[in-house]
């Protein structure tokens, strides 16, 4: 699986109106307060994260990757394929089944199966990698997003979020190509416009959105950490 795909960094802010007009005629609003909630309700007792509740938050956070339209194309195909093989993996008729409800029990049982290398197996753990990679990159634009005045360009904050997060991870062509199509991004308050039904409640909520974001990162991450899992093919 690729880590994303390559966006179109011919967009003009004429194609990014339409983009995001049609977009918001096809997807429901962001609900901040949804994702607030799922992260906080997936974090298991001080060590793990529920991956049902997990994937439901990312449901959220890509309908607001789907809203934003083709400026984010580069994490949106992708992250709806890799939500699609974990969802995969949770409903299998198989005594394994158990071995993905949690993202420890599906670190160990990969691991001690041998499974994060064998060839023709789709990996849950190097699955949610991807995952984790990209939430680093929503977490980070968003919280930079919140201290913008409403009439400036959400493009700087957007760049330079990626470039500290999602880009690390990608080739040359790519990073290209998402930093191009950033500049047709639109102001503060127009994102926050289309992507949410009442903006005024949803600034409100953001900082409890992004402290729950933010706990469920920390945990998936100090999991990769602790099974050395961070580098996977």
């Known amino acids: 699986m690729s880590e994303f795909n390559e966006p179109n960094p011919t967009l003009s802010e004429n194609d990014t109106e339409e983009s995001l007009n049609t977009a918001k005629e096809t997807a429901e609003c962001f609900d901040i307060e949804k994702v607030a909630e799922l992260f906080a309700s997936s974090l298991l007792e001080e060590d793990d994260v529920l991956l049902d509740a997990y994937l439901a938050a990312y449901e959220e956070i890509m309908r607001f990757f789907q809203l934003m339209g083709s400026i984010f ?93 999602l880009g690390k991870h990608h080739a040359f062509l790519i990073r290209k190509g998402a930093r191009l199509a950033m500049y047709a991004m639109p102001s503060r308050g127009d994102l926050l416009t289309r992507v949410c039904q009442d903006v005024q409640s949803a600034i409100a909520k953001l900082p409890e959105m992004l402290a729950n974001t933010r706990r469920a990162y920390d945990r998936t991450e100090q999991l990769y950490t602790l099974h050395d899992l961070h580098n996977l093919p």
Do not use: W
Not at 84 to 109: G, H, P
Not at 115 to 137: A, C, D, Q
Not at 154 to 159: F, G, I, L
């Open 73 to 165: 194309g580069f994490v949106s195909s992708d992250v709806r394929s890799k939500i699609d093989v974990l969802y995969a993996l949770r409903k299998t008729d198989t005594e394994e089944q158990k071995n993905f409800e949690t993202f420890k029990a599906m670190l160990v049982y990969e691991r001690d199966a041998n499974l994060l290398t064998k060839k023709g197996y789709v990996s849950g753990s190097r699955t949610l990698l991807r995952l984790h990679r990209g939430l680093e990159f929503f977490y980070e634009f968003l919280k930079r997003l919140q201290d913008l005045p409403n009439d400036e360009k959400t493009a700087n904050v957007c760049r330079t979020a990626y470039d500290d997060t």
